[in-house]
């Protein structure tokens, strides 16, 4: 184990896909905080509010025993309210919310139908289901339908996986098409919200709520709203239906077999999505989409908060990368696995946070270091 260990960081280091952890500096281009609420003083206060308060730190056991406290559920019953579902799930972490919808729902005999740019915590999740799953190509609708025609009549339930924003090209699903195929073919659809809850849809509910909540509820579909991205907190709620919700409070082993998150956590990403829909939330909106604006005009690309800057080898974007941060652009190389091999980049990430002449400084100092990079 450790010879293979040593190799494969030898190998990494070769191929110029060697990670490590370095702490955040400069001029934040890098982060999922896209509405700057991180450092806002308003969530300092709840947390401070909170603890004292008599609030406890950790929940001290699974949501099934004592770990199920009253903030999780204001939470929940806020959630739901907001995003208009009939019930909600709060987990620790967007990982391991999609890791528990693989596992739990989709049943032997089902079949899971998953867009080939779904976040590796689905695909972890759907390598542990019981179900069969297919992947189908890139926001593909026509590939999508053939196989569901494909497997219609064999499988017991189909449940189709995108997300609304992609994260890593920024780029959106068409959610409408989605979700009439899966009326079409009865499917249940699942749409992981992680990068547009908070930036997108009515009052930064996310797409979804736009294109299919408003009008025909959660009865046909899961949505996946993580709160460590523009909620700048940490978590992820899961709005369903009753059953769905009831079904995973039951059997879903990633829920009951870990302690539930910590309290706090709760009154914070409840105290964030009360900003969010508020009108702080919709002028950070306007702020972040003014700058995503101007960045398209600079460097052009889909105008979107998540900006991909597409360098090709991975030793290449390294190269870039360093020369930016050399100049206090906190801008990060992503390389494959995470993306495929060849379109290694740079994710620019937007932010309220950043100002015009940032996003000029940038577009500067990128041009002058991709001339000189090999
Ligand atoms: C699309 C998507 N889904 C889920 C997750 C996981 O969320 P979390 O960071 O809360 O674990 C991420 C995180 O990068 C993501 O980009």
New binding site residues.
């Given amino acids: 184990m450790y010879v293979i260990a040593k190799k494969t960081l030898k190998q990494l280091r070769e191929q110029g896909r060697y990670r490590s952890l370095t702490l955040p500096f400069g001029l934040d281009l890098s982060s999922?905080d896209y509405l700057g609420l991180a450092d806002c003083s308003a969530l300092r206060e709840a947390a401070i509010y909170y603890f004292e308060n008599g609030g406890v730190a950790g929940a001290g056991g699974s949501r099934l025993l004592r770990g199920h406290t009253q903030e999780h559920q204001e939470l929940e019953a806020f959630a739901a309210k907001a995003f208009g579902a009939t019930r909600t799930l709060f987990f620790s972490?967007?990982?391991?919310?999609?890791y528990a919808l693989m596992t739990t729902l989709p049943m032997r005999g089902d079949v899971v139908l998953f867009d080939e740019h779904?976040?590796?915590?689905?695909r972890d999740g759907l390598v542990a289901a019981r179900a069969r799953s297919f992947k189908f190509p890139h926001n593909d609708v026509g590939a999508l339908e053939d196989l569901l025609k494909r497997h219609r009549e064999n499988a017991q339930n189909i449940w189709i996986c995108a997300?609304s924003?992609?994260?890593?090209d920024g780029d959106q699903a068409p959610i409408a098409e989605l979700y009439e195929l899966a009326n079409l073919y009865d499917a249940m659809l699942i749409i992981?919200e992680?990068?547009a809850t908070g930036v997108l849809g009515e009052g930064g509910r996310g797409l979804a709520y736009d294109k299919i909540c408003k009008k025909h509820g959660y009865e046909r579909l899961i949505t996946?709203h993580?709160?460590?991205?523009a909620m700048a907190v940490?978590?992820?709620i899961i709005c369903a239906g009753e059953e769905i919700i009831d079904f995973m409070v039951n059997t879903s082993r990633p829920f009951i077999f870990s302690t539930a998150p910590m309290p706090v956590q709760a009154v914070l990403v409840q105290k964030s999505l009360e900003i969010i829909l508020s009108t702080e939330g919709e002028a950070r909106r306007e702020k972040l989409a003014k700058v995503c604006r101007y960045t398209q005009q600079l460097l052009g690309g889909h105008g979107g908060h998540i900006a991909p800057l597409i360098l090709g080898e991975s030793k290449r974007a390294c190269e870039v990368a360093t020369h930016l941060q050399n100049q206090g652009f906190d801008i990060r190389a992503i390389r494959p696995p995470t993306v495929p091999e060849g379109i290694s980049r740079l994710r620019f990430s937007l932010s309220a946070k950043l100002d015009l002449q940032n996003i000029e400084a940038f577009a500067s100092a990128y041009s002058k270091a991709i001339k000189q990079a090999v």
């Avoid at 779904?118 to 689905?122: L, P």
């Avoid at 993580?226 to 991205?229: A, E, I, R, S």
């Fill in positions: 999922n972490s967007g990982f391991q919310a999609n779904v976040h590796a915590s689905m997300e924003v992609y994260s890593m992981d992680a990068h996946l993580t709160c460590g991205k940490a978590g992820a």
